[in-house]
């Protein structure tokens, strides 16, 4: 019987840091896998894996296993039931795909933006975030996305940083003074100023910060 393999089977097998994906002759690649693994660099190919990595790439939640024969509604459902729950188990930071040309340009791909959970030091405080780029890829600056909710905390900002609110409302606090960011405003905070950030409900920035000394 036939096999349906998907973008998540994909992006597990580079979560794994693997670069081959083993699969049978008569398994349906669905486009999108097939286009993430060009972007992460997979290579599909059909066959058995060796020997030695047998017991590396078995997994009890594999979706691979699943019967497919027919776009019956049923066997939908079951693979993706399977797909979510492999992802829910994972405790393995979501991976961006980015698209690098030797010059040094790097495109990085927004829906394989996930922002995962920011420690501020105080287990009440929602803060998320992801770096897109940082000092590896960029020698002058780190970039990423930034969201808080209903939450505020103060921080050190150690270098030059710009803000971009992209949704909801930002109050940003210092020496006292407290200022109102709202969607569009850009908010510069120099090097070495301890700030406090809050919102009532939602916010969402992108920033950018410098990593020079």
Do not use: W
Not at 138 to 145: E, I, K, M, R, T
Not at 146 to 173: F, Q
């Amino acid at each position: 019987m036939k096999t349906l393999i998907t973008a998540a089977d994909i992006k597990r097998v580079a979560e794994n840091q693997q670069s081959t994906f083993y699969v049978q002759g008569d398994s349906i690649i669905t486009p999108s896998a097939t286009d993430i693994a060009k972007d992460l660099g997979i290579q599909i190919t059909t066959g058995s894996a060796p020997a030695n990595l047998q017991k590396e790439i078995q997994s009890s939640c594999d979706p691979a296993a699943l019967p497919f024969s027919s776009l019956d509604p049923a066997i939908v459902a079951k693979i993706v039931g399977e797909v979510m729950a492999c992802l829910k188990l994972s405790n393995q930071p979501s991976q961006l795909i980015k698209e690098v040309d030797p010059c040094g340009l790097r495109l990085v791909k927004g829906d394989s933006v996930v922002l995962e959970n920011y420690d501020t030091g105080n287990p009440q405080d929602k803060v998320k975030i992801k770096e897109l780029l940082n000092s590896r890829e960029s020698a002058n600056v780190s970039a990423g996305f930034m969201m808080l909710e209903a939450t505020s905390y103060s921080t050190l900002i150690k270098h030059d940083e710009l803000n971009y609110i992209v949704e909801g409302t930002l109050e940003c606090s210092v020496n006292g003074m407290a200022y109102i960011c709202k969607p569009g405003d850009t908010l510069y905070i120099p090097s070495d100023t301890k700030v406090t950030f809050s919102t009532s409900h939602a916010v969402k920035l992108f920033y950018v910060a410098s990593t020079s000394k």
